[in-house]
């Protein structure tokens, strides 16, 4: 298993998986440099003549959001990762397949096991550093456009978002297991994370209003919640956490259970 391990690292860090980091540090400082803007720059002005704010209006809106804040709000739009770990997905898994990869691998003697799971990890690993990137990159410009970012409270609402996106990714890979189209893979992936959690909780407000425990079920929302840690209760920063390592588990052990039957072609 290390050896694949170590092969996956190899391949992707000599491929393309640059580009996703790099739009992730381009988008972290573009969001940041924009907030930057809607609080600074004079827009009453620059539209109307001879209706300027006035420097008291201006440190209000300054002093309206402070870094960390800011920082905090950046690091709350999960979609960015969840659109990133996409590329994980296809070169992990999807061109394996499509190159005939993953079956050369098989034949040679390797369990579906050993290689199921050798996947996961390395997915895992390379999402946890995509979210360590973007933060960085998120903290970083953050500290530069505002200032008084408070960098411990940033990486423990990191470090509490790990098990969520941990998740998040092996849903996408138990997604791309039972759907071997890649194009109608990635779609599914999108409308699952888009739309699943909104339809539900329409369902269950509808015909279940009492089965109110289905919500706190829910994955993807809890992400970006988990941005502003001192915002939340003990209780709720536990059982975010908790329901981030029961997703892992959950779809590891499916994806698994489906992949051990898979045709590989």
């Known amino acids: 298993m290390i050896g694949l391990i170590r092969a996956d690292s190899y391949r992707l860090t000599k491929g393309k998986m640059w580009m996703p980091f790099t739009t992730l540090i381009v988008i972290a400082v573009a969001v940041a440099g924009l907030i930057y803007l809607a609080l600074n720059v004079d827009w009453i002005s620059l539209s109307q003549d001879g209706a300027a704010l006035t420097d008291a209006d ?22 960015v990762l969840a659109m990133g770990f996409i590329s994980i997905l296809t070169n992990l898994w999807s061109i394996e397949f499509s190159a ?18 050798s996947k996961l990890l390395t997915g895992w690993g390379v999402a946890t550093l995509m979210l360590l ?27 509490a978002q790990i098990p969520l996106y941990l998740g998040l990714i092996t849903v996408g890979y138990f997604i791309f297991i039972i759907i071997p189209k890649e ?6 992936y999108i409308l699952v994370y888009l739309f699943l959690e909104p339809v539900v909780t329409n369902l269950v407000n509808v015909f279940l209003p009492k089965w109110t425990i289905i919500k706190d079920m829910y994955l993807f929302n809890k992400i970006g919640v988990m941005s502003d840690l001192s915002a939340l209760s003990q209780h709720a920063i536990t059982t975010n956490i908790l329901t981030g390592f029961a997703y892992m588990a959950v779809f590891a052990i499916l994806g698994w259970l489906v992949f051990r039957f898979k045709e590989v072609k």
């Open 58 to 79: 201006k440190a209000i809106l300054t002093a309206s959001l402070s870094g960390t804040q800011v920082a905090q709000i950046v690091l709350s739009f999960s979609i």
């Open 100 to 117: 005939g990869v993953a079956k050369n691998v098989l034949v040679s003697g390797v369990s579906r096991t050993t290689f199921y799971f």
């Open 133 to 159: 990137v973007y933060t960085a990159a998120i903290g970083i410009s953050s500290q530069l456009f505002m200032g008084g970012v408070d960098f411990g409270a940033l990486a423990l609402s990191m470090l």
């Open 183 to 188: 194009s109608i893979a990635i779609v599914t």
